[in-house]
């Protein structure tokens, strides 16, 4: 594959060729899934925007980012230890599952992802193994009977589930994953005592996430730039930017690192002291009744970082952004309250809301 070259940053400076070899092989599927993550991110990188990917070369824009999180999860297996076996099954095929460890750190991705090939396990499970692990990554001192394997995270989840449930049929369920995926044997030990001890523990349920939808056009803001007051010249004029919208919010992203998004006037943000918003994926948030992942913005509270049993929160989890609930005061520094989850307006056709005369009628 052509390399790939990390400075380019606007249409401007694309080399015509490299774009134009790159969106050929990805037309013609040439090369690893890896190699394609690649250079679709390349391309969207120097200004080709998803749709424009999709209609060169079949690409649709939710597959764009499955392969290009996917090739840089491999890219981390590589650097961080994960068996030659694990890559080379991972490099051929299965970005689908690499893709639902993205949210691990790049040592945690390399045993989660030789953990996950060594049971052959599909997106789904690679999900529930994420984030048995990512969980289990908050403890400052490890649980009972249980070891820094990935696998000993995943039965301490199951373990704790089981205890849980009194349900038998889900309950047996529990503990078969749990032996399956215990790795050392104090761990087993404890799981296998659940055979025996029917005792269930009743656990606190967690808050109700404070998610808003976007629900109608007024909600959807449009940010213009000022220009400023009269009197002013033609050169004032045309140097104020092009201002681009970033869907499905849109983020308005100026000349350097800056970006701003609109959000309602809602009193939850009003009263606000200090709010920050932070693009996430939906799947990040346990929700019973998701039908679908989708982009959501968090809006987090900075002034707001006394631990309250009725929240959730942002939190330092070794190095990275997090977000957590907590029955008791976590050992976690808490980055500060969410307040505000919002998911895009739901648009069954947008180019129809495009013409006036469509919508005047």
């Given at each position: 594959?052509?390399?790939?070259s ?12 490299t774009?134009q070899?790159?969106?050929v092989?990805l037309?013609?599927k040439?090369g690893s ?13 120097v ?15 939710i597959?764009?980012?499955q ?14 230890g ?6 080379a ?34 997106a ?33 989840q199951?373990?704790k589930?089981?205890?849980?449930n ?29 055979l ?28 213009v ?31 350097g ?23 996430a ?8 009744t ?56 739901k ?15």
């Amino acid at each position: 594959m052509t390399e790939l070259s990390p400075n380019v940053q606007n249409t401007e400076e694309i080399d015509q060729n490299t774009a134009q070899e790159l969106l050929v092989k990805l037309r013609q599927k040439q090369g690893s899934w890896v190699e394609w993550g690649t250079a679709i991110a390349y391309l969207q990188k120097v200004g080709y925007n998803p749709q424009v990917i999709f209609e060169e070369t079949g690409f649709e824009p939710i597959q764009q980012n499955q392969v290009i999180v996917g090739s840089q999860v491999y890219n981390s297996l590589e650097k961080f230890g994960a068996s030659e076996a694990t890559l080379a099954y991972y490099g051929a095929r299965a970005s689908d599952v690499l893709y639902e460890i993205r949210l691990l750190t790049q040592e945690e991705r390399a045993a989660a992802a030789d953990l996950i090939f060594l049971h052959k396990a599909d997106a789904d499970e690679a999900r529930d193994i994420a984030k048995a692990i990512k969980d289990y990554s908050r403890f400052s001192t490890l649980p009972d009977g249980f070891t820094d394997h990935p696998g000993d995270a995943v039965a301490y989840q199951t373990w704790k589930l089981a205890r849980q449930n009194s349900d038998l049929q889900e309950r047996s369920r529990l503990i078969a994953k749990g032996l399956r995926f215990a790795h050392s044997l104090t761990a087993r030990k404890h799981i296998e005592q659940l055979l025996t001890d029917f005792t269930t523990v009743s656990s606190r349920p967690a808050p109700i996430l404070p998610i808003y939808r976007l629900e109608s056009d007024e909600d959807l803001p449009r940010i213009v730039p000022v220009v400023g007051e009269l009197p002013l010249t033609p050169q004032e004029l045309k140097v104020v930017p092009l201002v681009t919208e970033i869907q499905p919010f849109r983020i308005i992203r100026f000349a350097g690192e800056q970006a701003w998004v609109a959000l309602p006037g809602w009193q939850v943000l009003l009263s606000a002291e200090d709010p920050v918003v932070i693009i996430a994926s939906s799947d990040i948030f346990p929700s019973p009744t998701q039908t679908k992942i989708e982009p959501i913005l968090v809006v987090v509270d900075r002034a707001q970082r006394a631990w309250d049993v009725s929240s959730y929160f942002a939190i330092d989890n070794s190095g990275q952004v997090d977000f957590n609930w907590f029955e008791t005061p976590p050992e976690n520094p808490l980055l500060g309250k969410v307040i505000v989850i919002l998911r895009p307006k739901k648009i069954l056709d947008e180019e129809f809301t495009k013409d006036s005369w469509q919508i005047d009628e």
